[in-house]
């Protein structure tokens, strides 16, 4: 009997769930992969399309570089799952019937019921957010002047803000673009959650790159041209983009899985409350006993590598594997530059300069050969 296993999603998750599915189940299983882009992005590296659009061509790999001949692909749009008839309900197609069916979607940018800030922000989830982002900068500053620069506001000091700001920062230096660039987070200080080591080295990079940096102070509201705040005084912009979080996708509203804010809730094998439901990536809250895992690209790699696996196991009514996250450390671009924290193997905590920008183009670079060969990686190199 042939098995329709589906693939929903072509980040990360969905990517590397392809390659381990491919490699692990047999013959009596067909694969179907479903997403709304004929592509993987490099979402990670999507920032330096903010600085140079060329750049996106080196962290785009169309899904038939990734995915093997006996592999159908679908692009269109999920809508919803229903589980009780076992299929994935899409806007443009057919139905996709499933014996075993793995949710990757990842995630769609939160916006915590702050009044008008979905309607008056860009976000960067997407290639075509990086772009529109670019194209917003590039606009603002010929309409501005050295006397009258732009403001430039990034809503959001975790990694995606950090990331934004500094690359948004080397466009103002490389063309010479009269731009004033503020960061803004909530919380008492940037990258929250992190070793105050490394939010110290971001800050003092970013501070060097003229990044005004705000924060303990959460934003009201959003207006067209301005932004408020709790306790300061607005804060006028011409370009606002927010970073400040995650959701699930709308497919997932409404499904009888558990989940939480459209995030399914999975084992640590990444079944689901349906054992013919499989989840990973930032479309999952993957138990792994105090806390999750992160919402984060290494977990997603982690996690792709045993779930094709362990969907292979099921088929086969053999037990699965339990998966737990390895953090292996953190990584930061700010432009140019890169702070690196707490990496296995090496003796130090935090460390930037040479060191740190080649790790980070080392682990893009390792993603991308994963998915195709290193030679297509050598290729991508300089623009990582």
Request: glycine fraction near 8%; proline fraction near 4%; aromatic fraction near 6%.
């Amino acid at each position: 009997m042939t098995e329709n296993v589906v693939v929903l999603g072509s980040g990360y998750a969905g990517a590397g769930a392809i390659k381990s599915l491919q490699a692990h189940l047999g013959r009596d299983a067909r694969v179907t992969w479903i997403s709304d882009t004929d592509y993987h992005l490099v979402l990670h590296e999507s920032h330096r399309v903010i600085r140079d659009p060329s750049v996106r061509s080196d962290i785009t790999i169309p899904v038939a570089d990734i995915a093997d001949p006996s592999t159908r692909f679908i692009k269109d749009t999920v809508t919803a799952l229903d589980t009780d008839e076992q299929v994935v309900e899409l806007e443009d197609s057919d139905d996709v019937e499933y014996d075993y069916v793995l949710v990757g979607l990842g995630s769609q940018t939160a916006y915590y019921g702050i009044p008008g800030l979905a309607a008056n922000s860009l976000t960067l989830k997407c290639l075509e957010d990086a772009l529109d982002i670019h194209d917003a900068i590039k606009t603002a500053s010929q309409e501005a002047t050295r006397g009258e620069p732009a403001q430039v506001v990034i809503g959001g000091a975790g990694l995606s803000g950090i990331q934004t700001a500094g690359e948004i920062a080397e466009f103002r230096d490389a063309n010479r673009a009269p731009l004033e660039i503020h960061l803004v987070e909530a919380l008492d200080e940037i990258f929250p959650g992190n070793d105050p080591e490394i939010q110290q080295a971001l800050r003092d990079l970013l501070e060097e790159a003229g990044v005004r940096i705000h924060t303990d102070d959460p934003i009201t509201e959003a207006e067209d041209g301005v932004i408020h705040f709790d306790e300061g005084d607005p804060l006028e912009y011409d370009v606002f983009v927010w970073t400040g979080g995650i959701t699930g996708r709308e497919a997932l509203d409404g499904t009888s899985l558990d989940n939480q804010h459209n995030r399914v809730t999975a084992k640590a094998n990444f079944q689901t409350t349906d054992e013919r439901v499989f989840a990973i990536g930032d479309s999952a809250v993957i138990d792994q006993g105090d806390q999750p895992a992160p919402p984060t690209a290494q977990a997603a790699w982690q996690a792709a590598e045993v779930v094709g696996e362990n969907i292979a196991r099921a088929i086969e009514n053999r037990p699965l594997k339990t998966w737990e996250y390895d953090d292996k450390g953190t990584v930061v671009s700010v432009g140019d530059k890169a702070v690196a924290h707490d990496v296995k193997l090496l003796p130090f905590d935090t460390f930037g300069g040479f060191p740190a920008k080649n790790l980070k183009k080392l682990i893009a670079a390792r993603w991308i050969a994963d998915l195709t060969s290193w030679n297509r990686a050598r290729t991508a190199w300089p623009s990582l």
